[in-house]
Structures are given as structure tokens and as C-alpha cells.
């Protein structure tokens, strides 16, 4: 590796973390932790909305940058890889892996090597460069030729990468209404499983009748889940059951009185 001053380069650090190893997990691409860095987890089967939020946001963000200027291929196809790996501890792990830097030019003098991290490059006069590889340095030494250390450039979606993590580290949410939407359906999905829990107890009751009951429960603007509750884990189902029966006893009432006041056939209506 050849030595560069790095310390004002406010990406190394980053850089260096996101490329470090960790001991307790397989690998099957090689690119990880060689050229891809990983940028941001996301335990796949917990029910974390603000992890889950975040992820999808950066992943959209990281192969938007990486594609941007390039309307000739999905550069995001190579530099970011959304990988899904079982882990002893989250059960399922999701990571995004950015390409750091941009594949380095082959060797101009053998032609062959492709290790990002140990090229040199030597500067004519003209400004002309020639960028070698560590194997041809003796050729370059022998004719007492001094070069410099080359590392290819960051990549666009490093950058980008690099950016939202910084961004992280600030203020834990990337898309405010990505999230409370993301929270909103949660709670929308466990209020209607709620709901549905209740209407166990009510078998006999038509289809028609459960979804009529259902309907004036949701629109009743005095329920707790009209005034009280936000979230998903807020929904209290002992709570959801005794409001709902209440509207079911309402429902049933109106309907039995109905009945009673209505025409019955063959008779004239009373004036
Ligand atoms: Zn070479």
C-alpha cells in the first residue's frame, strides 16, 4: 500500500472502517471488504420501521449516485450490492456494500494487475502520465525514474455513502416522511389485525354486518385510536375488543329498531 498522506481526507476514515473485516460472518463475494465497503445494516426480520426506512432511503440515494451522469450503464449494478446473510445474532442481515474507489486502470507496462491499492504513476514533462503496477517498479527504478503512489478516485456512490453516514451520525432519520409513512401503515396494519382479533368472538356475524360494525369502530373519532395512539406498538387489543364491541351492541340496536318501526306489509302506514 503505498503511503499517502491521507490525514486531511475527511472520506479515509470512513473509508478504512467500512473495509475492515468483521471475524463472525462468511463471506462468499470477494469483493467484500477488498473494493466494497460496507456502508449500513438492516435486521431484515425485526420490526425496526426507522432501521428499515433508513436502509431502503440509502440504498435508493447510493445507486442514484452512482448511475447520475451515467446514462450508459447501471454503474450501481457494480458498486452497490444489497446483500441479504444469515447471521448468528439478527437471523437475517441485510448490508449495503458500496464499491470504495473506481476500478484502477490496468498496468500500462505489463498490462496485467488489477489491485486498486498499488499503482504508481509516473509524469512526463508533457504532463503525460504512465500509470504502472508494484511488479514494474524495478523497470521504472532501473532508469532512475521517480513516480508517485496512484489511488484511484472515490467512487460517486462512496461519496454519496459516505455523506449519509455522516448525516447519521447527526440525526437518526434520512426521510422524515419515508418514516412516518412507513410507521403510519404499520399502525394502520396492526389496528385492522386487532380489529380482526375482535370479530373472532363474533362468528356468526355476516361479513356484511362484521365490515359495517368495523367501519363505524375506524371512523368513531373518540376511540383510543383516533385519540390516543400513533404507533404500532401503541394499539392496546383488550382496549380495540371492548371498543368494538361497544359499536357492535349500537350496530345491532339500531338495527333491531329499525326493524321494529318499519311499514309492515299490507298494512297502511299509521298517519
Ligand atoms: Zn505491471
Known amino acids: 500500500m503505498p503511503s499517502l498522506d491521507l490525514d486531511t481526507d475527511p472520506l479515509y476514515e470512513i473509508a478504512t472502517r467500512s473495509l475492515v473485516r468483521p471475524s463472525d460472518a462468511l463471506f ?4 467484500l471488504f477488498t473494493t466494497h465497503g460496507a456502508i449500513l445494516h438492516w435486521c431484515e426480520l425485526g420490526d425496526d420501521i426507522l432501521e428499515e426506512s433508513n436502509y431502503r432511503t440509502a440504498l435508493d440515494r447510493i445507486r442514484a449516485a452512482a448511475d447520475s451522469g451515467r446514462p450508459d450503464a447501471e454503474v450501481s449494478d457494480a458498486h452497490v450490492i444489497d ?9 437475517s442481515l441485510r448490508t449495503i456494500y458500496v464499491q470504495v474507489r473506481e476500478d484502477a486502470d490496468p498496468c500500462k507496462t505489463c498490462a496485467e494487475g488489477q489491485e486498486a491499492d498499488a499503482y504508481w504513476v509516473f509524469t512526463f514533462k508533457s504532463g503525460r502520465e504512465v ?10 527504478d532501473e532508469l532512475g525514474l521517480s513516480y508517485e503512489p496512484r489511488i484511484p478516485a472515490y ?33 394502520q396494519e396492526t389496528l385492522t389485525e386487532a380489529v380482526e ?10 361479513d356484511q354486518e362484521a365490515q359495517e360494525i368495523a367501519e363505524r ?13 400513533i404507533r404500532a406498538e401503541d394499539v392496546n387489543w383488550a382496549v380495540v375488543a371492548k371498543e368494538y364491541a361497544g359499536h357492535r351492541d349500537s ?4 338495527l333491531a329498531n329499525a326493524h321494529l318501526n318499519a311499514p ?3 298494512q297502511p302506514i299509521a298517519a
Open 131 to 140: 500509470v504502472f503496477c508494484d511488479g514494474c517498479r524495478d523497470e521504472f
Open 28 to 31: 462468499w463475494d470477494d469483493r
Open 197 to 206: 382479533h375482535a370479530q373472532k368472538d363474533y362468528w356468526d356475524d355476516s
Open 155 to 187: 467512487t460517486a456512490a462512496f461519496t454519496e455513502a459516505a455523506e449519509i453516514l455522516t448525516a447519521l451520525a447527526g440525526y437518526p432519520v434520512l426521510d422524515e416522511s419515508d418514516y412516518s409513512e412507513r410507521e403510519w401503515n404499520a399502525y
Open 264 to 266: 309492515i306489509a299490507g
Open 251 to 254: 350496530y345491532f340496536t339500531e
Open 217 to 229: 369502530y375506524l371512523n368513531d373519532y373518540s376511540a383510543m385510536h383516533r385519540t390516543e395512539w
Open 83 to 91: 446483500a441479504s446473510a444469515r447471521h448468528f445474532a439478527f437471523g
